[in-house]
């Protein structure tokens, strides 16, 4: 059965320190997806990245950052200079084939609060 | 401006008290999914719908329904709500339900079962 771990429940960090959310998955299969999504606290829910399990390039988006590596089953999130809008629950999910279609499966969030 | 619109934002009902949630997208996405949201348990889904007419229960069905008759109509029906269905829930659609692009959700209904 496929699991995402986010140990993280919350984190609490200064404006312009550099936090890493960390994510790590179970899977059986060799092809599935994995994503982050941003819950701000007005509650909507706004994907962020998508990251297929064939690519392991790290990817790059302005302050935002994620590293993906198959070898440990993570993958991690960094802000970087973080900002009071940071401020918001983030998610990681899992996608894999389960009866011919994707199932997606949600880790329990982390709550980061940037501190002005 | 692409979307999934749901209805109401905010529902507080009593026990046995039939009631539906509604969902629309209009991007013509095939897949669409609800979602629970619980302090602690992250999302969990309710149930699925790959396209008009097939539905297939998720991770946590137990006291609702959904019907998927037209392609942009995605309804959660609780018959006969309870209290342990106060939560947060999210509408959400997918392009394809083969490959996941990722998720457009709704705002969010909260809903009170007193």
């Known amino acids: 059965a496929q699991k995402v771990t986010q140990a993280q429940t919350e984190i609490s960090v200064v404006e312009k320190e550099d936090v890493t959310l960390d994510c790590v998955y179970e899977t059986r299969d060799t092809t599935y997806y994995l994503f982050w999504y941003k819950q701000p606290p007005s509650g909507e829910l706004v994907f962020l990245i998508r990251r297929n399990s064939f690519d392991e390039q790290n990817e790059i988006s302005g302050r935002y950052s994620w590293n993906f590596q198959k070898s440990t089953s993570s993958f991690n999130f960094t802000i970087t200079a973080s900002q009071v809008v940071d401020s918001a629950v983030y998610f990681c999910a899992l996608s894999e084939v389960v009866g011919g279609y994707q199932k997606v499966t949600f880790g329990t969030g982390t709550k980061l609060q940037v501190i002005p | 401006e692409a979307q999934v619109t749901q209805n109401p934002r905010y529902l507080i009902t009593v026990t046995g008290k039939k009631l539906t949630v509604t969902c629309s997208q209009n991007m013509n996405h095939e897949y669409m999914s609800w979602y629970r949201q619980d302090p602690g348990l992250g999302l969990r889904q309710i149930y699925y719908s790959m396209n008009v007419e097939v539905t297939d229960k998720g991770d946590v069905p137990e006291g609702y329904k959904v019907s998927r008759k037209e392609k942009r109509n995605f309804p959660l029906i609780l018959e006969s709500p309870s209290p342990n269905q106060t939560s947060l829930y999210f509408c959400?659609?997918?392009?394809?339900?083969?490959?996941?692009?990722?998720?457009?959700f709704g705002s969010g209904t909260r809903l009170t079962v007193v």
């Open positions: 959400a659609s997918s392009s394809s339900g083969r490959t996941h692009y990722g998720y457009t």
